[in-house]
């Protein structure tokens, strides 16, 4: 007998839920600064489900992880992104990106600065991390595309992307606000750099 569709209904909110609850178990060990050391069965101690329950839901850890990174950026600032490409004026859209990048940095500070120390002993995580950051990359090289259009670029357009895909990265902002200030307050410093380096 095919089980009503209710009952398919319900189990599906029910394996949902318990996706969320993991999700959230992992977002809340990695924004703990003092927690242990982001891994499955950590994040499955906090979830309060067995660790197989979370290999049986995301695969395995890098599966877990794409759905991390993709819950922090869209409870975040990452949600606007789509405002950026709608900007007119491709230059005032690059400075929205660094202030979106700023923005963003800053309400996951914690999270991205542990997820960086741990990937350093963890190649999966850090492929994972990689993985995602090339994102940067792509909406970088769309905006360098449209900017080509109306102004000559001062370096060969590769180099112009690796640049600011540098200097939009997670570790200089981290690390040109360092402990007094958020990354968010050093959007203008990130903006003047850009505008250099586009010779704008």
Known sequence: MTPRPYRAKERLRTVEAG??????????????????????????????????TVYNQFGSKAGLLEELFDSVAARGAMSQMRSVFTEADPLAAMDALVGLFGKFWTESRTTHDRLRAAALADPELGAAMEQRSERRRVALTELIKRIGETRKLPLPKGETIEALFVILSFDSYHA?????????????????????ILGA
């Open 19 to 52: 996706r969320e609850k993991i999700i959230d178990a992992a977002r809340a060990l990695l924004q703990d600064a003092d927690g242990e050391p982001f891994s499955i069965d950590a994040v499955a101690r906090r979830a309060g489900v067995a660790r197989m």
């Open 176 to 196: 040109l606000a360092g402990p007094g200030r958020t990354p968010q307050q050093v959007v203008p410093t990130m903006r003047r750099l850009v505008r250099q």
